[in-house]
């Protein structure tokens, strides 16, 4: 089939989150489809757009449009729709679409996140004289109200927090519209956990969800080997885009509630934050004795391989944790929120440990430093789980949704 991907970003390197997702769809895709990239990047042509030619017919690059902190405001109290439906939106695209889709006549069109859907108008204009009209798929990689309501629900609880509360809220209420709306257009929608697929069915009532996991290449983390260490012994790891909202909070609320109760018990305990575009926000942890933040690695996996614990202390988000499966495919002992390891289907206290309180999360984090064969379980435990998630095995759970065009 000929598919056109719209995608947010270019999925190159697949280091984190939609980048890792979107590469492996293509790259999984590309065997037995024609696959066409249509994407932002900061700057084009850029040359990561090289390795991906090996997969895709076609790349197309839009210079990523800025937007200023007074668009924002002014898009936020005056319009109905919500700041991610603007902040990728340019003519640019527009008019690089409408000559793809004249060009290329794809069989199925898949929108990679909410954050795509302005080009939706688009594609429907198209399909009107369009006697063949292709499949609109929408991955939504998060149900983005429902993001949205967590941060609201985190935020209103600490007073110094309430402008971003209002922020949320406000956003919220539009998104539940919004991606109402994108999900009653599409013709399948897909969804990365049941929980979202639930989320996305109480917005819509009746709407057919398809879940498509997040997933890993296990043998790309599995049989990664480096002589030289990295990292000293006592080391705990985090990973992630370091400017997502709920990463950010997520390593400050470990810091401010969690850090200092295991360094009591393990004076030596290094904490490295590990992912691009370090927030401002994490400033203030710069310097710390025992803090390593290193901002964009060129590989994440010599860090996953020297720590000691993988950690997940989400507080907020939506989806599935790609940096779950990553862990577990390099068999590290993980301690979460409930929040981190959402949408996974694993046994607390077998494949991770589950623990929402700071106290219990750093006995937890203590334990396990001192006891080397519990981590050696723990992380044995979590691999047999993440070999259900290789790729090879979701990537065609995508196809079964595209069959749905010649039912």
Same mark, same amino acid.
């Given at each position: 089939? %000929?598919? /056109?991907? /719209?995608?947010?970003?270019?999925?190159?390197? $697949?280091?984190?989150?939609?980048? /890792?997702?979107?590469?492996?769809?293509?790259?999984?895709?590309?065997?037995?489809?024609?696959?066409? =990239?249509? #994407?932002?990047?900061?700057?084009?042509?850029?040359?990561?757009?090289?390795?991906?030619?090996?997969? #895709?017919?076609?790349?197309? @690059?839009?210079?990523?449009?800025?937007?200023?902190? +007074?668009?924002?405001? #002014?898009?936020?109290?005056?319009?109905?729709?919500?700041?991610?439906?603007?902040?990728?939106?340019?003519?640019?695209?527009?008019?690089?679409?409408?000559?793809? &889709?004249?060009?290329?006549?794809?069989?199925?069109?898949?929108?990679?996140?909410? *954050?795509?859907?302005?080009?939706?108008?688009?594609?429907?204009?198209?399909?009107?004289?369009?006697?063949?009209?292709?499949?609109?798929? &929408?991955?939504? +990689?998060?149900?983005?109200?429902?993001?949205?309501?967590?941060?609201?629900?985190?935020?209103?609880?600490?007073?110094?927090?309430?402008?971003?509360?209002?922020?949320?809220?406000?956003?919220?209420?539009?998104?539940?519209?919004?991606?109402?709306?994108? #999900?009653?257009?599409?013709?399948?929608?897909?969804? @990365?956990?049941?929980?979202?697929?639930?989320?996305?069915? %109480?917005?819509?009532?009746? =709407?057919?969800?398809?879940?498509?996991?997040?997933?890993?290449?296990?043998?790309?983390?599995?049989?990664?080997?480096?002589?030289?260490?990295?990292?000293?012994?006592?080391?705990?790891?985090?990973?992630?885009?370091?400017?997502?909202?709920?990463?950010?909070?997520?390593? &400050?609320?470990?810091?401010?509630?969690?850090? *200092?109760?295991?360094?009591?018990?393990?004076?030596?305990?290094?904490?490295?934050?590990?992912?691009?575009?370090?927030?401002?926000? &994490?400033?203030? /942890?710069?310097?710390?004795?025992?803090?390593?933040?290193?901002?964009?690695?060129?590989?994440?996996?010599?860090?996953?391989?020297?720590?000691?614990?993988?950690?997940?202390?989400?507080?907020?988000?939506?989806?599935?944790?790609?940096?779950?499966?990553?862990?577990?495919?390099?068999?590290?002992?993980?301690?979460?929120?409930?929040?981190?390891?959402?949408?996974? $289907?694993?046994?607390?206290?077998?494949?991770?440990?589950?623990?929402?309180?700071?106290?219990?999360?750093?006995?937890?984090?203590?334990?396990?430093?001192?006891?080397?064969?519990?981590?050696?379980?723990?992380?044995?435990?979590?691999?047999?789980?993440?070999?259900?998630?290789?790729?090879?095995?979701?990537?065609?759970? =995508?196809?079964?949704?595209?069959?749905?065009?010649?039912?």
């Amino acid at each position: 089939m %000929r598919i /056109l991907m /719209l995608a947010p970003q270019l999925p190159y390197p $697949p280091h984190q989150g939609t980048t /890792l997702r979107n590469f492996n769809l293509i790259a999984h895709l590309a065997r037995r489809h024609e696959v066409h =990239l249509c #994407c932002f990047a900061p700057a084009a042509p850029t040359p990561e757009i090289e390795p991906l030619r090996a997969y #895709c017919t076609s790349i197309t @690059v839009v210079p990523q449009p800025t937007r200023t902190w +007074h668009q924002r405001l #002014c898009t936020t109290l005056t319009s109905p729709r919500p700041d991610m439906a603007y902040r990728l939106a340019t003519p640019a695209m527009h008019d690089e679409l409408r000559r793809l &889709l004249v060009h290329i006549r794809p069989e199925v069109i898949e929108f990679e996140g909410i *954050e795509m859907i302005p080009y939706l108008s688009t594609v429907l204009a198209w399909i009107k004289g369009n006697p063949t009209p292709p499949l609109i798929v &929408l991955d939504d +990689h998060n149900a983005e109200y429902l993001l949205q309501k967590r941060v609201f629900e985190s935020d209103i609880r600490v007073p110094r927090r309430w402008i971003g509360a209002l922020y949320s809220l406000i956003q919220w209420q539009k998104l539940a519209r919004y991606e109402a709306w994108a #999900c009653r257009q599409a013709d399948a929608v897909i969804a @990365v956990s049941e929980q979202d697929a639930a989320a996305l069915r %109480r917005l819509v009532p009746g =709407l057919q969800v398809t879940v498509v996991p997040n997933g890993v290449d296990v043998s790309v983390y599995a049989a990664f080997h480096h002589p030289t260490p990295l990292l000293p012994p006592h080391s705990l790891l985090f990973t992630g885009t370091m400017d997502f909202r709920p990463n950010v909070d997520a390593v &400050l609320w470990f810091v401010e509630h969690v850090l *200092e109760r295991v360094r009591a018990a393990v004076p030596d305990v290094q904490f490295y934050i590990v992912g691009q575009r370090p927030h401002r926000r &994490l400033d203030v /942890l710069k310097g710390r004795p025992g803090i390593v933040i290193t901002g964009s690695v060129p590989d994440t996996r010599p860090y996953f391989a020297d720590a000691d614990i993988y950690v997940i202390p989400l507080q907020s988000g939506g989806g599935t944790r790609l940096k779950v499966l990553e862990a577990m495919a390099m068999k590290k002992p993980i301690v979460s929120t409930t929040m981190g390891c959402d949408g996974y $289907p694993l046994t607390p206290g077998h494949e991770a440990i589950l623990a929402d309180d700071p106290a219990q999360f750093a006995q937890a984090v203590i334990d396990l430093l001192n006891d080397p064969e519990r981590r050696k379980a723990l992380g044995e435990a979590g691999f047999v789980l993440a070999q259900r998630y290789d790729w090879a095995n979701i990537v065609p759970q =995508l196809e079964q949704v595209y069959s749905i065009r010649h039912a």
